[in-house]
């Protein structure tokens, strides 16, 4: 996968998580923050190189988990 194309996966998941997070009325502003945090520290460790591509969908998908968990509990 190219840069550029990895980039805008990237940044697309990034901007997909965010708005869910931003979405969810109910997630406390600590779970919020802590959130955003995980958020871009992978795409900064992606960004100096630290991870690889992979390994920031796999982190992305714990976020995305942990989003779906806080949201679920909201609700109940």
Do not use: H, P
Not at 12 to 23: G, I
Not at 27 to 46: K, P, Q, T, W, Y
Not at 53 to 72: G, M, P, Y
């Amino acid at each position: 996968m190219t840069r550029a194309v990895l980039e805008a996966s990237i940044i697309s998941t990034r901007l997909s998580l965010l708005a869910q997070l931003d979405s969810s009325a109910g997630v406390s502003f600590m779970n919020r923050a802590e959130l955003r945090l995980r958020i871009f520290g992978v795409v900064d460790a992606l960004d100096r190189g630290v991870i690889t591509a992979d390994k920031a969908r796999e982190l992305f998908a714990r976020v995305q988990d942990d989003i779906s968990t806080l949201i679920a509990a909201d609700q109940r």
